[in-house]
């Protein structure tokens, strides 16, 4: 069974940290572009961070990088967001993503449900 499953979410302050993860199975996730996407309340889902199948590119939205670092464990099959000097803004819904390609395209195959990150001010 193909699985995204996001854990790491949580209430932190503004300014602090958060590591997110994600644990995959099911496929062969070396061969899989993947990255996170997020949704605000009352907001589209939008995209914040990608990483190739071998974890050598990475791609960023504007407004987190710098703060943000996505790596992976292919070795884990894990997928990791690295989330520091969170601000309120940063508040929503994390999901992971995968596709079968060496890179993410804007909608990818494959999602989790979700982890709820919530930064007060």
């Known amino acids: 069974q193909v699985q995204l499953v996001e854990s790491g979410g949580g209430l932190v302050q503004a300014g602090g940290s958060l590591r997110l993860a994600c644990a995959a199975s099911g496929f062969t996730f070396s061969s899989y572009a993947v990255g996170w996407f997020r949704q605000a309340p009352g907001k589209e889902r939008e995209f914040v961070a990608r990483i190739s199948d071998n974890g050598g590119v990475a791609g960023y939205k504007d407004s987190v990088r710098g703060r943000f670092t996505i790596f992976r464990d292919n070795t884990k099959n894990t997928l990791y967001l690295q989330m520091n000097n969170l601000n309120p803004e940063d508040t929503g819904v994390y999901y992971c993503?995968?596709?079968?390609?060496?890179?993410?395209?804007?909608?990818?195959?494959?999602w989790g449900l979700g982890t709820q990150v919530t930064v007060s001010s």
């Open positions: 993503v995968a596709h079968p390609l060496k890179f993410l395209p804007s909608i990818p195959d494959l």
